[in-house]
């Protein structure tokens, strides 16, 4: 990524909303009706994230951030984000933007590393604390 997203873990999702409408004027953020099991989606051709408006709003903040890096990378997400190397560097990629590692840390001491708790606490989804923790675990230096 050239430049750095214009959001930090603490935003809420309307807070995210906020900053990115004049940050990234050229980005269109829009909410609808997605299908399937789909909560974000991002079109390259024009410029538009979509985000389900029937979901909470974490798992509006978590899915914003998600197709926030597709968009900075220039993936093209009409495929779907199904498997492949873009979508696993992508998650890893949204959980860090998502999960200040501080927190983190103080959260798994508080919660004895119970994944559902530790999301409700960092404002993630579970799927995020399974990603950031894949993480941690690639990146141990033994
Ligand atoms: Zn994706």
Redesign the pocket.
Known sequence: MTNPLPISPRMSYGQMRHVLSTAEPDLHVRSAQLPGKLDGLYCLSTNTVLIDWRITYTRKRCALV??LV?WRHG?D?THG?IGGR??RR??RETAMLLINPAEYALAERMYDGEPHQMAAELNVTIQIIQDYRQWLHDNVTV
């Open positions: 998600h197709e597709h993936d997400a984000c873009n979508e992508c998650r």
